[in-house]
């Protein structure tokens, strides 16, 4: 199915009303939490919020693909997650599996890329066969960035690129003066992604939960008090519009940024007239 042919006309016209709002962030992180709570109010299992959740993940993927968002990162199971009750622990992994199963070729025909990251040899060999060939199959699509995080934990993945770069070092690769930001950066999981621009997590809750620790040091917080499986497009759209309405500073003050803007929109204006002058 194509997402944007199947659009309706009235939810085109609220992401056109975004779209002249502002720059959209490039880097849409979630964590889409309360699944259980949601269930546990409804007097069903846990895993039954879950699955409803999933509908939640096709609605934003879709939603943010028809915006033309281009990284969106969605926090699916974290390290820790591995203590909560077997039962569902393999509930989840069953889930992801159909998930992966049913919807790669709807993702992969509108052009979304999909990646895993996180400690993926802990998954089912299954999980990881399907997530390996699901990467393959769409890594030179040009839509939505897609990444699920799995197994993840930020902090597991600043010791992790703490412990490569040591081993670079000792194998004579880089040495300790080399290291800065950028350097650091490029032995994490997530160096084929921009920083976060926004985090969205759901549920009330308002913690990062050993999510994108590095990535989120600039980006914006937005809470939604919804439960992950009530969580819809309109919830995303209510984020982006209140991001939008944000002034991002990353340490310096208002008046800077402004002058900044007036700067690259007077730029913008020079080289207007100066390319009107040579086509003369
Ligand atoms: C947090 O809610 C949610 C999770 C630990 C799992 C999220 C997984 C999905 C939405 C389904 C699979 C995902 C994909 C991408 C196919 P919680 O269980 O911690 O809720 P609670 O705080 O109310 O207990």
New binding site residues.
Partial sequence: MNWNDSQQASDKEIQLELMEMGKFPRHIAII???????AVEKNMP?IA??KE??E??RDIVKACSQLGVQYLT?Y???IE?WKRPMSEVSG?MK??EH?LRQEIDELNANGVRLRAIGKINSLPKVVQKLLKDSEVRTKDNQGLNLT?ALSYSGRWDLVRAVQMIGLDIRRGKISPEDINEDLFASYLQTHDLPDADLMVRT?GEMRLSNFLLWEMAYGEIYISNK??PEFRRDDIYAALSNYLQRERRYGKTSLQIANEKQNVSEESYLQRVFNAFKKS
Avoid: E, P
């Fill in positions: 889409m939490d309360g699944n259980g709570r949601w846990r919020g879950h959740g999933i939640s993940v969605l699916a199971f974290s997650n989840l889930l992801l998930y699920l549920s439960y992950w």
